[in-house]
């Protein structure tokens, strides 16, 4: 991409940057809360391409000078410092200009969001369960690692340890955005606890992962929706487990059950098991745009088809397989303990080499 066109596409944000940020302060707007929350959310989104746009503008004009200077300049002090800073800059405005064409790409409008995590046991019986058990482990001190917040609204444990399903919400900052690439099929190689004849057995748990809608992005008609209380079950102590505190929302039209147990209050188990019907209600149409990504992206067939396999863990050999991009390390044991970045960049690069590839930048 030619200079000109890539200073003619940064004009184009900057204007649109300049016209969110007087809009932002117009009191109307501000009144309007939808429209306020939603050009926010586009001047944060806008406003890396702005710093880009005038970096990338700096380093063109001290290029410039720079070669004014080798022409016109006597002084070989001068000139050779010209010389070494023209260099260096001629060395750094390739690097900006990827970063710019992957900032010119439309981001998905849901990767700044929170997220529904959703881990359960599969194919493989109890193996299954403690597998989806060992996920959560990885997740949970992932999440820690990236400063997120888990807070889990939904458990069924196994009956040798694990979890048949576990539900949580994720918060914190880019969290969809990072965590998408883990929906499928998690396929785990080992040999189980319960394995007399020493045999590698093979088990799966299936991970969704939803971007988490708010108030603005689904509105709930009330008179949809049943709630049930019931008594929660599990971990808590007395005042859970004698106490009508669980709550079970069931929206009519469309069937979907919500439940969650996590807290001893009644209103703040529903405040989540809303917050979960909303994000469910919410993916039954963001589903349409993921399945249309899917079809062009074979990084996105993780959230495009939720039933493909897209990872093997294989404790025999210590390997741990990502097949969408058939990247393979041999440190399962670190990736267990929730060192899974180097697979989510992995994947992020593909999918960036793909957008570019698919993009008229």
Request: glycine share 6%; net charge negative; charged share 30%.
């Amino acid at each position: 991409m030619s200079e000109n066109v890539i200073l003619s596409k940064l004009e184009g944000v900057r204007l649109k940057f300049e016209e969110v940020s007087q809009q932002i302060t117009d009191p109307a707007v501000i009144a309007d809360m939808k429209r306020f929350v939603k050009l926010n959310k586009e001047y944060r989104e806008l406003e890396p391409i702005v710093a880009a746009c005038n970096d990338y503008k700096n380093k063109l004009s001290n290029i410039e000078t720079n070669k004014a200077i080798l022409a016109e300049e006597k002084d070989e002090e001068l000139r050779e410092m010209a010389k070494m800073e023209l260099e260096e800059l001629e060395k750094e405005l390739p690097e900006l200009e990827e970063k710019i064409k992957l900032l010119l790409l439309p981001a998905d409008p849901e990767d700044s969001k929170n997220a529904i995590l959703e881990i359960r046991a599969g194919t493989g019986g109890d193996e299954a369960s403690i597998f989806a058990g060992d996920l959560y482990r990885m997740y949970t001190r992932y999440c820690e690692s990236k400063g997120w917040k888990i807070s889990v609204t939904s458990i069924s444990e196994g009956t040798v340890g694990g979890f048949k399903e576990i539900v949580m919400e994720v918060t914190g900052e880019g969290v969809y955005g990072t965590l998408k690439y883990e929906s499928g099929v998690h396929r785990v190689q080992r040999i189980p606890k319960t394995e007399t004849q020493g045999r590698v057995h093979t088990s799966a748990a299936t991970v969704a992962v939803l971007p988490e809608a708010d108030e603005f992005d689904v509105e709930l008609n009330m008179n949809d929706i049943r709630k049930d209380t019931f008594c929660s079950s599990g971990p808590g102590g007395q005042s859970v487990n004698t106490t009508y505190s669980a709550i079970r929302l069931t929206h009519i039209p469309s069937g979907i059950v919500v439940q969650c147990q996590d807290e001893k209050s009644q209103i703040k188990n529903f405040e989540k098991a809303l917050v979960e019907l909303r994000t469910r209600l919410y993916n039954l149409e963001y589903q349409k745009f993921i399945d249309e990504i899917a079809k062009k992206r074979k990084t996105m067939v993780s959230t495009g088809d939720r039933s493909a396999k897209i990872r093997t863990y294989n404790y025999p050999q210590g390997r741990v397989t990502d097949h969408r991009i058939n990247y393979t390390v041999y440190n399962l044991p670190s990736i267990m303990d929730g060192n899974i970045q180097e697979f989510i960049d992995q994947l992020q690069m593909a999918e960036n080499a793909e957008r570019l590839k698919e993009s008229e930048i």
